[in-house]
Every structure is written in C-alpha cells, then in structure tokens.
C-alpha cells in the first residue's frame, strides 16, 4: 500500500524542481563537473526518500521490524549519498530566485559563525559521533516504541537519521565545491568503526533470544514471520546491507589512495 504524504512529497518535487533548474544554469559554464549523472544520483536519492515515506516501507514499518529497518536503510545509506553525489549545493542556489538568494541567502552565507558551524558539523569526529549518537539512540527500546505510537516522535527520528546521515557522508563524498582537508587513509578507520557499531546493534536484534520491541508482537506470523524471526531478519538485514555499503566507498579509497600518483595525473589530463 502506498501512501504518499502531500507536504512531504510537495517538499520533495519543488526540490527536485529546483536543482534541475540550477542544474541546467551551471552546466552551461562547468559542463564537466555536472555531467549528466550528477543529475541522476540527484533524482535517485529524492526517488529513495519517496519509496522510504510512501511505499510499504512506510505503511507497514509498525507490522514488520524488518520493513522497518529497510526504511531506516534507505533513509540513512541510500539517500543521502545519492543525493550528495549530486553535488546539490550550487545547483540549488543557482536554482532558487536570484532576488532570494541575494537579499536572504547571500547574507546568510557571508556570516563567519553559520559557515564555521557547519564545517565543524562535517568535521570527521563530528559527523561520525552525531550520526552513531542517532542511531543508537531511536534503537533503545523506549525511544524506538515512542516512534511507534507518536507520528511526529517517528517522523523526527526519520529527520534525525536523514540529516545526520548527510553530515556523516559529506567528507565522503566531497559534494562540489567542497575539498576534505586531511588524509583521506583517515576515512578508513571513520567507516570501519561506523560499521562496527552497526555490527553490534545488529547482532544485539540476532541472538538476544527475547523481543526487543514488545510492539511488534502483537502482529505475529505476518508473512510466515514470528516477531523473534522478524527481528532476527531485521538484524541480518541491518548487518549485511550496511555492512556493503560501507565497503564499498573504503574500497574505492582505498584504491584511490594506492593508485600511483602519475596515473592519476594522467587519467586528469586524459579526461581534460
């Protein structure tokens, strides 16, 4: 069953609008930074955010624990990386009215204390610590059950997940125009300790033998599911899918990083 919630999905297509027309502008000047699959990543991440909020994922997330943690997945490992390979930032000022982004957003930008802010929010330690901190805390039995009976409880800890996930993916990814000013072998230990945690929070939902969320006892054998074996496929779930993607970008850094200096300097020239 889908189900899609007018504000939230408004939100969504007016931003979507918004970094395709910034899009096109910008790419009229750097047409080889926002190539055409910039575009794409863009659309796929707002694309997730959608299936996560409208899908079954959504309507069936207090029945299901499994649903549940597919749907914390896609908000925290599919989304935001997607869309921050996008390189959004510039695409959606060049996008918004220039009255706008002169008068309120240009003003904004230029105070020293809101730009040190944020980067001390993409800051390795930082981002890491604010994304563990919110994804062990909704998990804790109280906080996850407050989701389940309040709508806006739940819909904050989507918000909370979301966000801190932008901010932990950031130095990552390195949306345009941003640079990551350290050794990037420091992205290694940052993704091997990310998948640690999760490591322990799903193998807490495989072998502690008992319900962890008492909620979702009261739906028993959904699809052939016990709420024990629904929650040990929530774990396994957890542990596995997000145990590849954080593979997958220590992978690529780590090849990166071993590739010899001089082909890097030639594949750069070979792509100008």
Not at 61 to 78: E, G, K, N, W
Not at 210 to 220: A, N, Q, V, W
């Amino acid at each position: 069953m889908w189900d899609f919630p007018p504000l939230v999905c408004s939100a969504l297509a007016l931003t979507s609008l918004i970094y395709t027309v910034g899009f096109l502008r910008i790419r009229r000047s750097r047409p080889r930074i926002f190539l055409p699959w910039r575009w794409w990543c863009f659309m796929g991440g707002i694309a997730a955010l959608v299936v996560a909020l409208s899908s079954p994922l959504d309507t069936l997330d207090d029945r299901l624990l499994v649903i549940h943690m597919a749907q914390h997945f896609v908000l925290m490992s599919i989304a935001p990386p997607l869309i921050l390979l996008g390189a959004p930032v510039v695409p959606m000022l060049r996008g918004l009215p220039r009255s706008f982004v002169r008068n309120v957003l240009g003003p904004l930008i230029r105070v020293k204390i809101l730009r040190g802010f944020f980067h001390a929010l993409v800051q390795l330690r930082v981002a890491w610590l604010l994304m563990v901190l919110s994804y062990i805390s909704w998990h804790i039995p109280a906080a996850y059950e407050a989701t389940l009976a309040n709508e806006n409880i739940h819909n904050c800890e989507h918000a909370c997940f979301f966000f801190s996930n932008i901010l932990f993916w950031w130095p990552i990814i390195e949306p345009w125009p941003s640079r990551f000013k350290h050794s990037r072998w420091l992205l290694l230990p940052y993704l091997f300790t990310a998948g640690v945690v999760n490591t322990g929070i799903s193998a807490f939902l495989i072998f502690s033998g008992r319900l962890i969320y008492p909620s979702y006892g009261e739906h028993p054998g959904m699809f052939g599911l016990t709420p024990l074996g629904d929650q040990a496929a929530a774990g396994a779930f957890m542990w596995v899918a997000n145990s590849i993607v954080f593979l997958i970008p220590a992978y690529a850094i780590t090849l990166q990083l071993l590739t010899p200096r001089k082909t890097k300097v030639w594949k750069a020239h070979a792509v100008r």
